[in-house]
């Protein structure tokens, strides 16, 4: 089993920062790609950010230059250092990885956290 545990989420007013942190923990051999994605009240969920193992990283257009994600590869810990923050930054974030668990055959599959609130309001 993995699970994927987000802390850092909460209330900020306009222009305000926020940190989100996402650790990954169980049965894990590798770790592909760790990152976050968003969802706000009736719309899809789409892309925030995301970093491979490697350190690439790649990042929606709405939050580039605002946001910065890093990744503890010892840790599987995932960061979401979010400045200026805007009321559209509003949404559930949810942490994504792609790894492979212990075992064989080799299993590679998409996981996720269970969303934490990020509310930008004066």
């Known amino acids: 089993q993995v699970q994927l545990v987000e802390s850092g989420g909460g209330l900020v007013q306009p222009g305000g920062s926020l940190r989100l942190s996402c650790a990954a923990s169980g049965n894990i051999f590798s770790m592909n790609v760790m990152g976050w994605f968003r969802q706000a009240p009736g719309k899809q969920r789409e892309l925030v950010a995301t970093v491979t193992n490697g350190g690439s990283t790649n990042y929606a257009d709405s939050v580039q230059d605002r946001f910065t994600i890093s990744l503890d590869n010892a840790k599987n810990t995932v960061s979401l250092q979010m400045n200026s923050l805007k009321p559209e930054d509003t949404a559930a974030y949810y942490c994504?990885?792609?790894?492979?668990?212990?075992?064989?055959?080799?299993?590679?599959?998409?996981?996720w956290g269970q969303g934490t609130q990020v509310t930008v309001s004066s």
């Open positions: 994504y990885a792609y790894l492979a668990t212990v075992g064989w055959p080799r299993r590679w599959s998409n996981y």
